[in-house]
């Protein structure tokens, strides 16, 4: 068995991305991936059984990426909303630095190879976060409705207002994300 090459990875990598994001899912073939790569469609099947693999492996390294840099900082012992507002920021900062993931990320949820993922595995790095909010809705803090809602209310306007696409390119500073961020947690918190 050939060992593997971490500068090869890295290449197939950044050149999956630039070519889904340029051609789209169906036209980024394992040749033309290996040959922005400069390495030869070979070198990829040492690393992904096919395309779907190469796919949803690019898809679980960003997202395993995002959720990293997301949680960063987390403490199970800080509220919810300080701890949401720690999320924000970590994220916002993630996206904001991160287009070309973030249309890859988005464009793969959208495609049909989302369907071969394993829904638990993106839940898994965010588990301490849905604990707390679940407590929080227990508790009365925030609406007790279902944590996707939640979500949507949370992480939607992040990810809209760190987007240059959809925000208009708009400048977004450090008040206007804190502004951005307070509108959210009035959306679920309870009071």
């Known amino acids: 068995m050939r060992t593997q090459d971490e500068k090869k990875k890295e290449a197939i990598f950044v050149a999956t991305i ?4 340029e051609v789209g899912f169906a036209a980024a073939s394992i040749a033309k991936i290996a040959k922005e790569a400069n390495v030869s469609p070979a070198t990829i099947y040492i690393y992904h059984k096919n395309k779907e693999d190469l796919l949803c492996s690019i898809y679980t390294q960003i997202s395993e990426k995002k959720s990293a840099i997301a949680m960063n900082g987390f403490a199970a012992s800080a509220s919810l909303k300080e701890t949401l507002r720690k ?6 900062k993630f996206v904001s630095e991160n287009q ?5 990320h988005d464009q ?3 495609s049909p190879y989302s369907d071969l993922l394993d829904d ?3 839940q898994d790095d965010f588990q301490p976060v849905m604990a707390a909010i679940g407590m929080a809705a227990k508790e009365k803090v925030i609406k007790p409705v279902d944590v996707q809602l939640i979500k949507a209310f949370i ?5 809209a207002l760190a987007n240059p696409r959809t925000s208009g390119h708009v400048k977004i500073t450090r008040k206007k994300s804190d502004d951005a961020f307070e509108m959210a947690w009035d959306a679920i918190k309870l009071e």
């Open 18 to 21: 630039k070519l889904v994001n």
């Open 100 to 104: 070309d993931l973030l249309q890859y």
């Open 155 to 159: 992480f939607s306007p992040l990810v």
């Open 87 to 92: 999320l924000w920021h970590n994220s916002f």
């Open 120 to 122: 638990a595995n993106d």
């Open 108 to 110: 793969f949820l959208n």
